[in-house]
């Protein structure tokens, strides 16, 4: 049985491996991840700058010195919004003409604006923007808070305010927090909101991943059973070794490129980190790098030691129960038409999950969103969410992976006599029938 068994899986693996549309699918993946972590070289060596500042042309009609204000306002909204190393702008105060300028930004600087700042007794300012098309919405809105502010701190200085009421206006105003809960403390708060958002990137491997491996063990079986080859390989090997063939050969695949999207990765950032002269966190990985402190920042890194075991083991062992359940489901269809409707169950599952992992943090420890962490095909997504989030404990996965180990037993148990039945039937006329009474026999 074991050469069998080993002979089956190697054919399946070989089919999915040394074919063309495999090196194609994952030269195009590898390629658009590197592409995707080194998008900022890219642009620069097709004579972009992902880095050039915007310019700003201020003609200045008053007597108020717009300039300097408006540009101090605008730099601390930006790096407010983009981090405090962020120099987003160039502001240059111009004696030329509207019309020079406009002509400027027109044939040579389309990534440049023009101010004309003029008095109004009603506003006390006016102002005209002029530029190639239309502004970025966040860029816009930016720009006007920076305008208003600019104006009021304008009226107010023209008045008699004295300096010292000016800076008491302007001040920032210091927050004193006071949590009453007293396990919770501002680093959960800052992993709340980081991991709500990062985490769900995380694990989108897994969610396509598992979409995948269930489609790929349907269309096999189905295109043995569609090609009558199905009666040649039971007629040789028992319907177990032949569905353990398919389990096998489908996870060791479905692992095989994960491990490639790992490397492809890790490509990507060699790339850059070579790209760049070391500097790892230039252009657009300033951002990337920004993320990765916060996360780190909380605490994660602590939890990392028992938190990748336990994702690592839950997610192998839901693979099988996903590649059973495609498997089982395959045998008692007669087409690929009849397997995509029975699946579509399976991947609204899947997508369940996925969804409510990027919700988790909304759910503040509910009983709800803990006893759903507990079910097999959605734990392995997730529990690791809310295990990062600190709303299960580690026992809570434990138990989850027992819950699937569990579930994959039943699977096979009960799967096998419907496997044994589906996998030579290609009518199906009473199937349902047929399959509930191979469940009862012993």
């Not at 240059?92 to 509207?98: A, N, P, V």
């Not at 949590?179 to 959960?188: A, G, I, P, Q």
Request: charged residues 20%; glycine residues 6%.
């Amino acid at each position: 049985m074991k050469n069998k068994l080993r002979y089956l899986t190697e054919v399946s693996l070989k089919r999915k491996i040394k074919t063309k549309w495999f090196l194609v699918a994952n030269a195009l993946l590898a390629l658009a991840v590197i592409c995707v972590l080194n998008i900022d070289s890219i642009i620069t060596f097709f004579g972009g700058d992902f880095n050039e500042k915007t310019k700003i042309y201020i003609i200045d009609n008053t007597d108020y010195d717009f300039k300097d204000v408006f540009s101090n306002q605008l730099t601390v909204l930006d790096q407010s919004v983009n981090g405090e190393e962020s120099e987003s702008y160039e502001f240059i105060l111009t004696d030329k003409s509207e019309a020079e300028i406009t002509k400027t930004i027109e044939d040579d600087e389309n990534n440049a604006l023009l101010m004309v700042i003029n008095e109004n007794q009603e506003t006390v300012i006016g102002i005209k923007v002029v530029s190639e098309s239309f502004i970025d919405t966040i860029q816009y809105q930016l720009m006007s808070t920076a305008i208003n502010n600019s104006k009021t701190s304008i009226a107010l200085a023209t008045t008699n305010v004295s300096e010292e009421e000016l800076n008491r206006l302007y001040s920032t105003v210091t927050i004193d927090r006071v949590v009453l809960d007293e396990d919770k403390n501002s680093e959960d708060e800052n992993m709340e909101m980081i991991m709500t958002t990062v985490f769900p990137m995380v694990i989108l491997p897994f969610f396509m991943l598992t979409i995948f491996l269930v489609q790929m063990i349907g269309a096999e079986i189905n295109d043995e059973k569609t090609t009558r080859g199905m009666e040649i390989i039971i007629s040789n090997v028992s319907p177990k070794t032949h569905l353990l063939s398919k389990i096998l050969s489908g996870n060791v695949f479905v692992l095989l490129q994960g491990g490639l999207l790992i490397l492809y990765f890790g490509l990507g950032l060699g790339i850059r980190f070579l790209m760049s002269s070391g500097d790892i966190a230039s252009g657009l990985g300033s951002s990337v790098m920004d993320i990765v402190n916060q996360v780190l920042a909380t605490g994660l890194s602590d939890k990392l030691i028992y938190v990748i075991p336990l994702t690592l083991i839950l997610m192998i062992i839901t693979f099988v129960a996903y590649s059973l359940l495609a498997g089982i489901l395959a045998s008692m269809t007669t087409n690929a038409e009849d397997f995509g409707q029975l699946q579509t169950p399976i991947m609204l599952i899947s997508l369940a999950g996925y969804y409510l992992s990027m919700m988790a943090g909304l759910f503040k420890g509910a009983l709800f969103i803990r006893i759903l962490s507990y079910v097999p095909l959605i734990s392995a997504i997730l529990s690791p969410s809310l295990l990062v989030l600190g709303q299960i404990g580690i026992i809570d996965v434990i138990i989850s992976i027992i819950i699937v180990i569990g579930f994959n037993y039943l699977l096979i148990k009960y799967g096998l006599k419907i496997y044994k039945i589906g996998i030579l039937n290609y009518s199906s006329k009473d199937l349902w029938k047929k399959m509930f009474k191979a469940i009862k026999e012993k």
